[in-house]
């Protein structure tokens, strides 16, 4: 027959305790001493031919070990030849002493196997309550005469009856352990023991008619028995060895088919685990590098993977210690302090082999609980798994050159932050969800100044000033921010806000993160960052949209350092316009295309001219007038600025020195922008240009914007103390329009405060901005800076302008900017005669 075991650790859900085996054992034994009693009452000596009985015990204990053992999930199967003493021990012996001898043969078989008590009674109480319905349904059919078809009848019909109440019972406690489903699955493999008990019991109705014809025929039987398991035995070892070969190959190709994926380990445990026949295979990786530490098991009947292991952790540990196989168990041996760790665990046996890349130890690979309460791992299986092992290794090891390989594509090597690439990736995925109430916004900071690092300290004083960037974004940054660096000196941030509005906040609160000083060995350094903002779907449908448009937000955030710019539609225009306007700018600055014009600068009181700004416009064959804001960042991106500059500062101090010469000595006043502050070579050519037109370094007045000169940083007072060494006068353009206070002026060498525009022209219809002014010019005074007022444009505003002290204007009321032939002309017009003298300035008529 096939004797069914279920496995003693680990079982199917629902798993309930041994105990509850007993609620069918019980009845079991119950029915067994029921029948026995009745099949004792009507048979005739029931209990006579002891001899014979002790022979057949002898013989079913034979018979009850396995000869073929298969595992099936949980479930171990044993092909036994208990049929054929049966159909004996019913034709030559009374049914009791047959009931008796196989209950006995039953104990004395399970004994050997050391289970526990709950187990060992049920298959003792199962196999006796079969025995004795099997001998009363004999004593229920007609009575047994010779050996003929009659006979055989009978006795299949009984064996039959046997086999169906053994395997009735093996369902009913399958049932309670794990529930209906498991004992309906059992009945729905029954037709495979069924189909073995009937071939054994022709076998039996075989060697019945041959010893009732000789009993000689006992011999032959015997020779026949032996070589027949023989035969099976050798069957066994090469099934075991067909189906290991077998097992050993669809692992090698799981492996290569998963090892380009992500489920390498899923399918390894569970291919490994079912090709050793064991409850659990474990995998344990400990934490190296990136890669945390991985601890992983696939038990039977489980379909995914369980991140605990019934092995102890002193196990693995040593078998990474020792760096070789460590096996325990029954049959394996092994340190006994460890084997007792085992026992505390439940653990019955277990190897352990240590994983390899190279000469070093990775990690281990683990076996444990050999299927089946008769099973135990032996030595034979040490080899095996330690192939196993070594071509899991190497698959191992090829998944994460592979991972590698993938994280380096997406991760940037300095900094380890996610790169454009992985950052495109995971804008495509944001923007394909619709999230009502929400935006997608990317931010894009461009740190200011790397260039000069890396110039002035070296490559690697700039990478260290992008790491510890990196480190503060990805420390400041939300932890559902995504952090990358888009490449140079380019950071992105990506993530779901409520709107526009808050993107901004955010890179406006993480440019300040950024911003805190950064010290390397004795140095210290101010970095500032221009940040660029776009958000979906207001600005952009997919990843390549809104990259462009964030980076075009950055740009013009640049051309005032430290700002933070909401890309508009207006910036992809002109960023058209301007990439058109590159090299047209190159030829204009060769041709002398460019011209530069002059506004005048008066006294508020009684409108003395005292200088001029010089302004370069360009007139565009194409594109008629170009902004100079245009032209100025076209200038800056393709590195054509110094040459710009120098352009104006020569225009300016070559009319400078010709009104000098004509007895009307005029300033001029040139804008910088705050790209020049940081050429040190810039305070030597201004000198050199001073000394070409002789013009007295009092005459020149260089204007930088407010948020050029006050950029939270002290690199721009260098070069400024050195334009003010040289005597050149130094003024804060555009006060007013940035985060600075008038407090910060005086750290810096400047003589004067040039208000914005527009606060001058908001005087008359705004007290705030009246206030503005009046505060900044008499603040101003206190510090001893000269106040020019810029965009005066009507009387009540000079008039104002007046009442608070205020001294010097510039604006269209006096003048707009003019080339010098109209300038000269206006001059002309303008200019009262009698008060043209070489001890004052020239004083503008007053114009009605």
């Known amino acids: 027959m096939t004797d069914r075991r279920s496995s003693s650790a680990g079982a199917a859900s629902p798993r309930r305790p041994a105990e509850h085996a007993w609620l069918i054992t019980g009845p079991l034994a119950l029915v067994a001493v029921v029948f026995s009693t009745i099949i004792g009452l009507v048979t005739p000596d029931p209990l006579g031919e002891w001899g014979l009985t002790v022979l057949l015990l002898a013989v079913m204990v034979v018979a009850g070990l396995p000869m073929l053992n298969f595992v099936i999930g949980r479930q171990s199967f044993g092909v036994r030849l208990t049929e054929i003493p049966l159909v004996l021990g019913f034709y030559f012996l009374s049914p009791l ?83 209906w489903q498991a004992g309906a699955r059992v009945l729905r493999n029954a037709p495979a023991p069924l189909l073995t008990s009937a071939i054994n019991a022709v076998i039996g109705l075989v060697v019945l008619i041959a010893l009732e014809t000789t009993w000689w025929s006992a011999v032959l039987l015997a020779v026949l028995a032996g070589a027949v398991a023989m035969v099976y035995r050798s069957y066994a070892q090469f099934f075991r060895q067909h189906r290991t070969l077998g097992g050993m190959y669809d692992l090698a190709k799981a492996m290569t088919a998963e090892g380009q994926g992500g489920n390498l380990v899923d399918v390894l445990l569970v ?56 096996a325990l168990g029954v049959r394996l041996g092994g340190d006994e302090d460890l084997r007792a760790s085992l026992r505390a665990t439940g653990v019955k046996d277990v190897i352990a082999v240590p994983l390899r890349s190279g000469q070093a130890v990775i990690g281990t690979l683990e076996v444990a609980n050999r299927l089946s309460d008769v099973g135990h791992f032996t030595p034979a299986d040490i080899p095996i798994f330690e192939t196993v092992a070594a071509h899991a290794a190497v698959a191992l090891e090829n998944s994460r050159l592979v991972d590698r390989l993938r994280h380096d594509a997406y991760h940037d090597a300095l900094t380890k932050l996610p790169n454009r690439r992985r950052i495109t990736s995971a804008l495509d995925e944001s923007v394909k969800i619709r999230a009502p109430g929400e935006v997608v916004a990317l931010l894009l900071f461009d740190v200011d100044g790397l ?67 950064m010290i390397f060995d004795t140095l210290t350094l101010d970095v500032d960052t221009a940040v660029g903002v776009a958000v979906h779907p207001d600005h952009g449908s997919d990843a390549a949209t809104l990259l462009q448009r964030v980076d075009l937000a950055a740009t013009a955030a640049k051309s005032v350092p430290g700002s933070v710019q909401l890309f508009n539609p207006g910036l992809e225009s002109r960023s058209l316009r301007r990439l058109g306007l590159a090299g047209d700018l190159r030829r204009a600055l060769d041709d002398g295309e460019l011209t530069v014009y002059f506004q005048p600068k008066v006294t508020l009181r009684d409108r003395r001219l005292v200088g001029v700004e010089c302004l370069a416009r360009w007139e565009h064959p194409t ?14 991106h393709t590195g054509q600025l110094d040459r710009l500059t120098e352009i104006v500062l020569r225009e300016g101090l070559r009319r400078s020195r010709d009104w000098a010469q004509a007895d009307q000595p005029l300033s001029v006043a040139v804008n910088l922008s705050p790209r020049t502050l940081t050429d040190q070579h810039f305070p030597d050519r201004v000198q050199d240009l001073l000394a070409e037109f002789e013009v007295p370094p009092q005459r020149l007045t260089l204007e930088i914007t407010e948020a050029g000169v006050l950029d939270g940083t002290d690199r721009p007072i260098p070069t400024l103390r050195r334009l003010r060494d040289l005597g050149v006068r130094l003024s804060v353009d555009d006060f007013g329009t940035g985060d600075s206070s ?23 219809t705004d007290p705030g901005d009246l206030a503005i002014v009046n505060a900044v010019v ?71």
């Not at 060498?749 to 001058?760: G, I, L, N």
Request: aromatic fraction near 6%.
């Open 97 to 179: 002493m047959v009931v008796l001898a196989y209950t006995l043969a039953t104990l004395v078989t399970h004994l050997r196997y050391r289970f526990g008590i709950a187990k060992l009674a049920f298959n003792v109480a199962n196999a006796s309550a079969a025995a004795s319905f099997a001998a009363l349904m004999l004593l229920a059919l007609p009575p047994i005469h010779g050996v003929g078809p009659g006979t055989w009848g009978i006795l299949f019909a009984s064996v039959s009856t046997f086999t169906l109440a053994t395997l009735v019972g093996v369902a009913g406690v399958i049932t309670v352990m794990h529930g």
């Open 271 to 326: 291919r490994i685990r079912a090709l050793m026949q064991a409850e659990y295979a474990t995998l344990w990786l400990p934490a190296h590098g990136r890669h945390p530490e991985v601890m992983l098991t696939a038990r039977v009947d489980d379909t995914g993977l369980l991140d605990v292991a019934p092995t102890p952790d002193v196990v693995r540990e040593e078998a990474r210690r020792q760096e070789r196989s460590l």
């Open 451 to 517: 260039r000069r690092v890396n110039e002035s300290l070296g490559h690697a004083a700039g990478d260290k000033v992008l790491v510890e960037v990196a480190d503060r974004l990805r420390a400041s940054a939300p932890s559902s921010a995504l952090v990358g660096r888009a490449g140079g000196d380019e950071f992105l941030v990506t993530m779901r806000l409520e709107s526009a509005e808050a993107a901004l906040d955010l890179a406006a609160q993480l440019r300040e993160q950024i911003r805190d000083e």
């Open 623 to 636: 594109h008629g007038t170009v902004a100079p804001e245009d032209f100025v960042a076209v200038a800056e």
């Open 742 to 764: 008038l407090a910060h002026l005086r750290r810096l060498p400047v003589h004067e405060v040039k208000v914005d525009r527009s606060f001058v022209q908001g005087m008359a």
């Open 778 to 848: 008499t603040l101003s005074q206190q510090f001893g800076l000269a106040v020019v007022a810029e965009g005066v444009e009507s009387e009540l505003t000079l008039e104002l302008l007046q009442d608070i002290g205020c001294e010097i204007g510039q604006g269209f009321l006096f003048s707009r900017p003019l080339p010098y032939e109209r300038l000269e002309a206006w001059f002309g017009a303008q200019v009262d005669p009698e008060t043209i003298s070489a001890a004052e300035l020239p004083r503008l008529r007053v114009v009605p």
